[in-house]
């Protein structure tokens, strides 16, 4: 068990976070200090949520482009609604604000399942018409902090045990989706429908189906991302996580999720957002020109992905570990 | 999913048949459609001017779908074209600060697509790596060069000669780059439907180990395809720098995307193996023509997208209705 860990991808990604992190402490000892880690956690959790669905949608062998203009809409909705009702509890915003993500992330996975439209077109059109929509709702207008509500704003920097909700959100999410992944037969769907979409089918497995919910649970996560996304930053306007997307496919693709689908865990996503967001966090406070961080994290990607490559060559996830190696 | 399947019966009808119902027409079909409707919705549209400025609309982005339409046939695709495009935009920008003449400026964005499109496609061909992950890193990578030489400042001061190449008329309304535009959809066209390398492109997008086995260098082909996505992108930072006589690091943001969607909209599967190029012509009119007209109507740009996602979606979505509506 622990030799397994030692030589997985994981290992290899903590290695790296430790490392990243020895190197910043180096020049700005004061970012290792836990309280800043779990402000950079807190920042990152948005892109753990949105990393953890992509995943799932990444293992079927699917992609979604249309997560952060998920996000957006979302996010513009319930600031709207907030506007429109001020007293409504924030319960039912978030109840709200999932549902909405669920229904989107439910017309991605129709258009894949029931007309085999390609994900990457699906995704292609409904960001577009997602992001098209959050100005047709808004008029192109900001919803600013003094318009929102105390309640809507508190709720994900309300700490609890020393850490705000929206951390936990992601924690919870880790948790759950951990679970879902390895102990629930639809976690093993997906990586069923992705690993050999054929064999799947033989065995019983709708690889359209799977599909559909990979996509919805994705949704779920973005719209969920949205509302805390636009709360703790007390503002909602139309380009609201732009190009996000991109970010949490690197995000994926640095945890070794693989793009061929059927490799991947929610531990390796976990990393792969934290290693982007320690990337993007330290950057600023190292003293390093804003003009220089996409090229840095551009270069993070691609030595990340070559990494990945060479250390996975032609090995995928053998769901019977002890079928292949008796005792 | 399964489109070469459904091509298998349409060979045994005569060629009249499969043409009234191959894509391109479906698109034409779309085509006249907006330009009726346009020319309804709104006096000014039916005017030699007005038509010639709409095809600013989408002759750079279609310069660059050409190359991304082979790119996406033989299997692969380039998300760092918008980025190329910008870092071509600042290396002539600041060439153009010490004094570099037109033909000089010309080269360096050349060079500079082509350089970027040879780093992606060693990191693709050479090092095996999936092509969307690689051009998602160094999409980063390459505007954040612009960034880092650009700062948050603009570059202007072209040399006069310079503009033609965005401005310039060859013939009445006709402009230097609808010229470079046909030019290149004719050449491209060519290569891609009448040469063997045009052949290689569609049996590695088919099967690349089965093209491998007949004697296809597949990385070479693939390698090659990354260049010319790369020379394009510097073709269209030649005519964007030159058409708004200045280069800003955010130039281009999101043209990646719109690429893409004209190539599907074009009838080129995104699973590779197969696609023409008139039908990538025939989309880059209607999505110019679309955003033209609604620019007519005083339709706030953002709306347009959701008017181009519902025909990217609906255009791939109705053929598909229709038959399971048949079948039913």
Redesign the interface.
């Known amino acids: 068990m622990i030799r397994r860990f030692l030589f997985s991808r994981e290992a290899l990604l903590v290695g790296a976070i430790l490392l990243l992190l020895a190197l910043i402490s180096t020049r700005f000892p004061a970012f290792t200090a836990p309280s800043n880690l779990a402000s950079v956690f807190n920042d990152t959790s948005p892109l753990i949520l949105l990393a953890i669905g992509q995943m799932i949608v990444i293992l079927t062998k699917c ?1 979604d ?1 249309s997560v952060a203009a998920n996000l957006a809409l979302t996010g513009m909705v319930v600031a709207m609604t907030n506007l429109a009702f001020p007293g409504l509890p924030v319960v039912a915003i978030l109840v709200l604000a999932i549902a909405l993500g669920t229904v989107m992330g439910m017309f991605n996975g129709l ?1 894949v399942w029931k ?4 994900p ?3 995704t ?6 997602y ?3 959050i ?2 709702i808004s008029n ?1 207008k900001w919803v600013n902090s003094h318009e929102m509500s105390p309640a809507f704003k508190a709720f994900p920097r309300a700490e609890w045990l020393g850490l705000p909700v929206m951390s936990w959100m992601a924690i919870l999410a880790v948790v759950v989706f951990s679970v879902v992944m390895s102990r629930t037969t639809l976690g093993r769907a997906f990586y069923a429908a992705g690993g050999n979409p054929h064999a799947a089918t033989y065995a019983g497995i709708d690889v359209g189906r799977t599909q559909f919910w990979a996509f919805t649970i994705s949704g779920a996560l973005a719209g969920l991302a949205g509302y805390l996304w636009v709360a703790r930053y007390a503002v909602a306007y ?1 380009d609201i996580a732009a ?1 996000f997307e ?1 970010d949490v ?2 995000a994926c ?1 640095i945890g070794g999720v693989s ?2 689908g059927g490799i991947g865990t929610v531990g390796g996503a976990l990393l792969g957002a934290l290693f982007l967001g320690i990337i993007k966090n330290a950057l600023p406070v190292v003293d390093i ?1 804003p ?9 993070a ?2 030595i990340a ?2 990494l990945n ?1 060479q250390a996975n060559r032609a090995k995928g996830r053998i769901i019977l570990k002890s079928a292949e190696h008796p005792a | ?2 489109d070469t399947a459904r091509h298998i019966p349409d060979r045994l009808q005569s060629p009249l048949q499969r043409s009234l119902k191959s894509w391109e027409s479906l698109l034409i079909l779309v085509a006249v459609g907006i330009f009726v409707a346009n020319s309804f919705a709104s006096p000014y549209f039916l005017n030699a001017w007005n038509l010639s400025d709409a095809t600013f609309n989408f002759t750079e982005k279609a310069m660059i779908a050409f190359a991304m339409a082979l790119l996406i046939i033989s299997g692969e695709i380039d ?1 760092s074209v918008a980025a190329i495009l910008a870092l071509a935009s600042t290396a002539m920008g600041a060439a153009a600060q010490v004094g570099v003449g037109a033909p000089g400026l010309v080269l360096i964005g050349l060079a500079v697509g082509v350089a970027c499109g040879a780093f992606n496609g060693v ?1 693709v061909t050479l ?4 092509s ?3 051009t ?10 612009s ?2 030489i ?3 400042q603009s570059y202007q001061g072209y040399p006069t000669d310079f503009a033609f190449f965005g401005q310039g008329y060859v013939w009445w309304v006709i402009s230097f780059e609808f010229v470079l535009f046909a030019v290149l959809a004719g050449i491209y066209a060519f290569v891609l439907h009448k040469t063997n390398f045009g052949r290689a492109v569609y049996a590695i997008g088919n099967n690349a180990t089965g093209a491998l086995f007949s004697g296809i260098r597949v990385a070479r082909v693939k390698f090659t395809l990354f260049v010319l996505t790369g020379l394009m992108s510097g073709v269209a930072a030649v005519c964007l720098t030159s058409r708004l006589g200045s280069t800003r690091p955010s130039i281009a943001v ?1 043209w990646e ?1 719109e690429i ?2 004209m190539v ?1 909209l074009g009838g080129v ?3 590779g193996g197969s696609g023409t190029i008139p039908g990538v012509v025939i989309a880059a009119f209607v999505m110019g023509l679309v955003t033209f007209g609604l620019g007519l109507l005083n339709v ?1 740009g ?9 025909l ?2 609906g255009v ?2 109705l053929p ?2 229709w038959s ?1 509506w048949r079948r039913a």
């Not at chain 1, 003009?291 to 270069?299: D, E, K, N």
């Not at chain 2, 090092?127 to 999936?130: E, F, H, K």
């Open positions: 992609i482009l258009l007309l085999g439209i390609p990457i077109v699906v292609l059109g409904t960001l577009t018409i992001r098209g929509i100005f047709l192109g139309v190009g991109l496919v690197a693709v793009i061929m020109s003009f220089w961080q996409l090229a840095i994290s551009g270069a990607i691609i992905v070559i490559a | 999913m399964t998300l990191l090092m095996g790596l999936p969307i992950v690689v998602i890193g160094t999409m980063s990578l390459f505007r954040g060069i960034y880092i650009l700062g948050d999101g995307l893409v969607t599907v599967s995104i699973l706030p953002i709306v347009m997208s959701i008017v181009i996602g519902a990217l979606i791939i979505a598909r209705l399971m």
